[in-house]
């Protein structure tokens, strides 16, 4: 898998991504963030499949803390979701906006899927929320397990779909999940 920024906010980068396999697509297509994306280079992916994309990441800093970054959206391929490519791409984007001279690289989630693999990608729950949906997460950030537990139970409280509420119980008391290798 490479991993590689394709342009940061000022650049004004664009992606076009199928609606049909890329959750968010349409947020990739807008100039005003960056991106960042996974990609296969092995040959095997087809130009049907978009030249081996497999994830990608729109970013950009906060409108009032120069400190602080924001991963806007992160979108993982149908058909590779819960392989950590997400996770792993999110880690390398921090770590390429903490090169930057960004201090701290949030991002706001609304489903506890999204909390775990953000989690492995080295944020924590900072007790914040975004709207009435949205948790915050920061890198670095409190990978506690009171920390994590406490994301988790936000969504505890909400009318979720089975596979959340089966998620949710076999993770109730569990320290956070390990973290993954980060992509250079």
């Known amino acids: 898998m490479e991993y590689t920024v394709l342009g940061w906010p000022a650049d004004g980068p664009t ?5 049909e396999r890329f959750s968010y697509a349409g947020k ?5 963030t960056g991106k960042a994306v996974a990609r296969e280079r092995d040959g095997t992916e087809s130009s049907a499949r978009s030249d081996g994309l497999v994830a990608a990441v729109a970013f950009n800093e906060d409108r009032t803390d120069a400190a602080t970054a924001w991963l806007r959206y992160v979108t993982v391929r149908a058909d590779r979701r819960g392989e950590g490519v997400g996770a792993r791409l999110a880690a390398f984007a921090a770590e390429r906006l903490h090169d930057r001279g960004y ?3 949030r991002i706001a989630v609304n489903n506890p899927f999204a909390f775990h693999a953000l989690s492995k990608a080295g944020f924590g729950y900072t007790g914040e929320r975004t709207g009435i949906a949205e948790l915050v ?4 950030g409190d990978r506690s397990t009171a920390a994590y537990q406490a994301g988790l139970d936000e969504f505890r409280d909400r009318d ?3 596979a959340e509420t089966s998620f949710l119980s076999a993770k109730a008391g569990e320290a956070p999940p390990e973290l993954v290798a980060s992509p250079r």
């Open 137 to 140: 997460l920061e890198r670095p």
């Open 28 to 32: 990739f297509v807008m100039s005003n």
């Open 103 to 105: 201090e701290r690289v």
């Open 15 to 19: 992606l076009r991504l199928d609606h």
């Open 160 to 162: 979720l779909s089975a």
